[in-house]
């Protein structure tokens, strides 16, 4: 491989996406790895923002929410081939999960959780449904087990997977999320053991890869958040 070659993974961890340099070469590096490191890891510099009132936000890779003094949002991604007629090789880095660690689910019995993304502008991006939709999906929600002996699941049902409107406000339709809830193996964001107090969440955002592609380059942090479950 030609010396200069600029990988797309190239400040991922330390800087969020992406890497300078010839869009060509990012393709074939891309291609090349893809085989070998499928799904790829990216975190945020930490920056805790804290909101007043019920609810803290966080954004970037260390988070905080109102039941729990810290947890961490990392996003996954994986290469998603979009050939043209001049260039067979083209495609990008499509955000394939966003995960939430070190999650204390006894802490936060029985809270909904919501994760949104955030482009470089501040905006929020729509993660789900046909783009353009109206509504269209800003934020994926799920209810946290209200119990004292948490179970894996990733039954979208018994954790009320849903999508909301930046308001909000809950939107009915097709679902092409999936989620996943882990309290036993290991983290995605770290490796260390995972428990009740110590759970990963795990947002798929179109594990089919037809209906949801968002490229990463245009993620700029994640907010999460928890609020009361009134339902």
């Known amino acids: 491989m030609a010396s200069g070659l600029n990988s797309p993974l190239s400040g991922r961890v330390t800087s969020g996406f992406g890497g300078a340099g010839n869009y060509k070469s990012r393709i074939i590096f891309g291609t090349a790895i893809i085989a070998f490191v499928p799904f790829l ?18 954004q970037g890779s260390q988070q905080a929410i109102a039941c729990d003094a810290t947890v961490y949002a990392s996003v996954g991604e994986e290469w ?18 966003v995960t939430i660690s070190n999650l204390d689910l006894l802490s936060c019995r029985g809270k909904k959780l919501r994760v949104r993304l ?3 502008n501040g905006a929020e991006l729509q993660i ?3 783009v353009g939709a109206d509504p269209s999906p800003h934020v994926i929600q799920i209810a946290l087990p209200n119990s004292d002996a948490p179970t894996d699941s990733g039954d979208p049902t018994e954790l009320q997977l849903a999508y909301l409107a930046g308001d909000g406000s809950v939107i009915t339709g097709d679902m092409n999320a999936a989620v996943n809830l882990s309290i ?11 428990d009740a107090t110590s759970a990963d969440v795990t947002f798929y955002l179109d594990p089919t890869a037809t209906v949801v592609n968002l490229d990463g380059q245009f993620v700029g942090r994640t907010t999460v958040e928890t609020v009361a479950n009134n339902s």
Do not use: K
């Open 128 to 130: 789900g449904g046909v």
């Open 80 to 97: 998603h081939s979009l050939p043209t007629a001049e260039d067979t090789s083209a495609g990008f880095f499509r955000v394939r999960a």
């Open 118 to 120: 955030i482009d470089t």
């Open 184 to 194: 036993t193996g290991t983290s995605v964001y770290d490796g260390t053991n995972l």
């Open 41 to 58: 890891l990216s975190t945020f510099a930490a920056s805790i923002t804290v909101g007043s009132g019920a609810l803290e936000f966080g």
